[in-house]
């Protein structure tokens, strides 16, 4: 499926030029929130004195998956555990690239044994889990764009794992480090759209980092504070498609305005925890 972006209003025909967006088959791997539950509060989404209603984040999750379904891209499922409510934001199971894995080492002693599960997992499907030194909250915290990895510090993942996951997938890795506590994980902030187009929300960085950020990508979507605050970042693009938290209007349409295809999904109940779709999502890239 192609797309191309309607060149911007009185520009002249001659000079504008088109930007192809293009949809990539894609394999994810997804876990059920069948045990979501807001039992602790380890970011500042969480509020234990808020209910949370399991029913409602099952079919929440269950419309995001049949949407990958319904574009046809792989959805591979692993089985949560009772007493790791967490385990639903699977993006933070590991990192796969290429037959590649390293599986999470978790910041809180509440998520950590989802590292076992997730290891086992991965072994199940011939991968053998490399584990890092330091913290890694996996896609949480790791965005591969193109051949480089995007990296997050300043919550979670420690900024020393950057350097072995240079190493493990010999690719490299740029730093990037957050600063507002409600924006804990890198995909919180930025969202990869395709191999070289990505979107953020530039106070949830230092400084350095948006320097950073704004010489790598020139031509990045920036978000509004109206969007970033109800996770319009935490999306997830095949390319073509960007499926997002339907609350991110402002952000749908500076996709659309960039050619991308805007697909809202109310993933409320699972904000509750502090995650939304691209939380909910692992890749699996090769
Ligand atoms: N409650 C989870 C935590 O704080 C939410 C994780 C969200 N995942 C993500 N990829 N941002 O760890």
Redesign the pocket.
């Known amino acids: 499926m192609t797309r191309f972006a309607e060149p911007a209003a009185g520009a002249a025909p001659t000079t504008a030029v088109p930007t192809e967006r293009r949809a990539k088959t894609r394999h994810y791997v997804m876990t059920p929130p069948r045990h979501f539950a807001v039992d602790y509060a380890?970011?500042p989404w969480?509020d234990t004195a808020n209910p949370v209603d399991t029913t409602v984040a099952m079919a929440q999750w269950h419309q995001l998956r049949d949407i990958y379904l319904q574009m046809g891209h792989t959805v591979d499922l692993v089985e949560p555990a009772p007493g790791l409510p967490?385990m639903v934001?699977a993006?933070?199971g590991g990192l796969i690239i290429d037959g590649t894995a390293v599986v999470a080492r978790f910041k809180y002693a509440q998520?950590k044994q989802e590292s076992a599960l997730y290891a086992d997992w991965l072994r199940s499907r011939g991968y053998q889990p490399v584990h890092t030194r330091h913290v890694n909250e996996g896609?949480?915290d790791l965005l591969p764009v193109g051949g480089t990895i995007l990296a997050g510090s300043g919550f979670r993942t420690d900024p020393r794992a950057h350097g072995q996951i240079a190493e493990i997938f010999g690719r490299p890795v740029v730093s990037l480090e957050l600063v507002d506590p409600r924006f804990y994980?890198l995909?919180?902030a930025l969202a990869v759209l395709d191999d070289e187009t990505i979107a953020y929300y530039p106070p949830a960085f230092t400084y350095a980092s948006r320097a950073h950020l704004e010489t790598l990508f020139p031509q990045a979507i920036l978000v509004d504070s109206a969007d970033a605050y109800v996770f319009g970042l935490?999306s997830v693009s095949d390319g073509l498609h960007v499926v997002h938290p339907a609350a991110a209007v402002g952000f749908a349409e500076q996709l659309s305005d960039a050619g991308f295809e805007p697909i809202g999904v109310d993933l409320s109940e699972l904000l509750k925890?502090?995650?939304s779709v691209?939380?909910c999502t692992l890749e699996v890239y090769s």
């Open positions: 380890i970011n969480m967490d934001y993006a933070n998520r896609q949480g994980h995909d919180t935490n925890g502090g995650g691209k939380c």
